[in-house]
C-alpha cells in the first residue's frame, strides 16, 4: 500500500470479500467505491458467517475504518438494518470506524420500484438484476435528479425531496402499467433512517486524503466484477457503476499516485447470476458440479438474491481482457479445492467467432454472442488439497494448472484460496 485495489475480474462473486476480509489486517482504511447493496461479501471468522451487502469487510478489523464511497448508491433502511445484524454479532459500527460520504447517492422505493418495473417491461430481454434499485438510482444521479446522503441531514428538506422524487417516479411506473407508491406510506422508514445515519455522513474524500497524507494505508474493496462494468462489460447485461479501477478513484476521490497494488480476483471457473452473454457456460452434471448443493454458503447461489448462478470452465479470455482493463500487478485465485475430482480441466484459451481466433471478447454484443470457446485441456487431480498450506505439497496438476492460468492472462498469480476459512490460503 499506501492504496491497493481489490477487483473482480470476472462476472462478480470471485470472493472478493475474503480477499478484502484478509487484505485489511495491514489497513487503516477501507472502502467501497461502486455500487450498492447489490453486492454480496461472504466472510467466515470462527464460527460466525458474516453475510456484508454495504459495509466493507474491513469492519471485522477492529482497527480499521470503513468508508462508503460517494461512487456508492445506498439504500439507508438496508444499510441500517445491516449495522443492526453485525452489531448483534458483536462488531461495533461507530462513527468513529464507518462513515458515509456526504456524495453518495440514495436509493430510494422509488428506484425499487422503478427497477421491478423495468425488469418487468423487458421481458425475455431483462438484464436479471438483483432488484435493490441500483439502475434507477444511478439514472438519478447522472440525470442530476438524485438524492444524496448529504441531504439527510436537514430532515424536513430530505423529507420533501424523496416526496418531489416518489411523485416523479409514479409518473413512470402508472405509464408502465406499475402500481404507483403511496409516499407517506414509503417514506416513513427512510426518515427515521435517516435520522439515525446522521451521524456517520462527512466529507469522506477529504478524510481519505488527509490521512493517505499522513501515511494511512487505504484498501480500495470493489464490488461486481470486471465484466459487469458500465463501460467495460458486457452492455447492456451490466451494472450501472464502474467496478474496474478507474473507478475507485473516481468513487473514493483520491489521485492516481497513491495507487500500488492492483489486485485481480478470479475464481478458477466461471460463474455468472443474470442475463448475457458467458461463452464457457457448462449444462448438466458438470455445472451441477460447480455450483454445488447449495447446503453450505460457499456453492453457487448469489448472496443477495440466491438465485443458482450460472457456472462454467475457467475463461481465460475474459480474465486477460480484466489485466489489460484494470493493470492488474497480480491475481489471487479462489476457490481451487472445488476442481479436486475432475478428470481433466477446461480453459478457455481464445474464442472463435466465424472462423476467426480472438483473444480478448469482441467490443460488440453481436459478435460476443457468437463466440465459442477454444478449450485446452489439462489432468485433473483427485486429492482433497483444502489443507494444503504450501506451493510445494499441492499436486503437480494442480501447481501446472495455476501456472497456466497466470501464463494465458499474462498475471502473476500471488495467492490462492483452497477453502472459505481466513486461514485457507497459499502463498505462491
Ligand atoms: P444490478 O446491479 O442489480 O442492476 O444488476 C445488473 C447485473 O449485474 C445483473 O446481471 C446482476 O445479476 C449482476 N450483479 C450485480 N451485482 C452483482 C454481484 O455482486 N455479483 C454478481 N452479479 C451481480
Excluded at 129 to 150: F, S, V
Excluded at 211 to 233: F, M, P, S
Aim: hydrophobic fraction near 40%.
Amino acid at each position: 500500500m499506501p492504496a491497493t485495489i481489490v477487483i473482480g475480474a470476472q462476472w462478480g462473486d470471485e470472493g472478493k470479500g475474503r480477499v478484502a476480509d484478509w487484505l485489511a489486517a495491514d489497513a487503516d482504511i477501507v472502502a467501497r467505491y461502486a455500487g450498492g447493496d447489490n453486492a454480496g461479501h461472504t466472510v467466515v471468522v470462527g464460527d460466525n458467517v458474516f453475510k456484508l451487502h454495504l459495509i466493507p469487510s474491513g469492519i471485522l478489523h477492529e482497527h480499521v475504518t470503513c468508508v462508503l464511497g460517494n461512487g456508492m448508491v445506498v439504500n439507508p433502511v438496508n444499510l441500517l438494518k445491516e449495522m443492526d445484524q453485525i452489531a448483534a454479532l458483536g462488531v461495533e459500527v461507530s462513527p468513529e470506524r464507518f462513515m458515509i460520504s456526504s456524495r453518495a447517492h440514495l436509493i430510494t422505493p422509488a428506484h425499487v420500484a422503478l427497477d421491478g418495473a423495468s425488469e418487468k417491461a423487458l421481458g425475455s430481454q431483462a438484464i436479471g438484476t438483483t432488484l435493490r434499485g441500483i439502475g434507477p438510482a444511478y439514472l438519478d444521479k447522472t440525470g442530476r435528479k438524485g438524492i444524496r446522503a448529504g441531504q439527510m441531514l436537514d430532515i424536513e428538506a430530505f423529507g420533501d425531496a424523496l416526496n418531489d422524487m416518489i411523485r416523479r417516479a409514479n409518473v413512470t411506473l402508472t405509464a408502465q402499467g406499475a402500481q404507483p407508491l403511496n409516499p407517506d406510506l414509503v417514506t416513513q422508514d427512510y426518515i427515521e433512517a435517516a435520522v439515525r445515519l446522521r451521524p456517520f455522513i462527512r466529507d469522506t474524500s477529504t478524510y481519505v486524503n488527509a490521512r493517505l497524507k499522513d501515511g494511512a494505508r487505504v484498501l480500495c474493496e470493489g464490488a461486481q466484477g470486471t465484466l459487469l462494468d458500465v463501460d467495460h462489460g458486457d452492455y447492456p447485461y451490466v451494472t450501472s457503476s464502474s467496478p474496474t479501477a478507474g473507478g475507485a478513484l473516481i468513487g473514493i476521490g483520491f489521485g492516481p499516485g497513491y495507487v500500488d497494488r492492483v489486485m485481480g480476483v478470479a475464481k478458477c471457473f466461471s460463474t455468472r447470476v443474470g442475463s448475457g452473454p458467458m461463452p464457457t457456460e457448462l449444462e448438466g452434471d458438470l455445472a451441477s458440479r460447480l455450483r454445488g448443493t447449495g447446503e453450505n454458503f460457499w456453492d453457487e447461489y448469489g448472496t443477495t438474491t440466491g438465485r443458482p448462478r450460472r457456472c462454467g470452465w475457467l475463461d481465460a479470455v475474459v480474465l486477460r481482457y480484466a489485466a489489460q482493463v484494470n493493470g492488474f500487478t497480480e491475481l489471487f485465485l479462489t476457490k481451487l479445492d472445488v476442481l479436486s475430482g475432475f478428470d481433466e480441466i477446461k480453459i478457455a484459451v481464445g474464442y472463435s467467432i466465424d472462423g476467426k481466433r480472438y483473444e480478448f471478447p469482441p467490443d460488440r454484443l453481436t459478435e460476443l454472442e457468437k463466440a465459442e470457446p477454444i478449450y485446452e485441456t489439462l489432468p485433473g487431480w483427485s486429492e482433497d488439497i483444502t489443507a494444503v498450506r504450501q506451493a510445494s505439497d499441492l499436486p503437480a496438476e494442480t501447481r501446472t494448472y495455476v501456472q497456466r492460468v497466470g501464463e494465458l492472462c499474462e498475471t502473476r498469480i500471488t495467492t490462492i484460496s483452497v477453502g472459505p476459512e481466513r486461514e485457507q490460503l497459499i502463498h505462491l
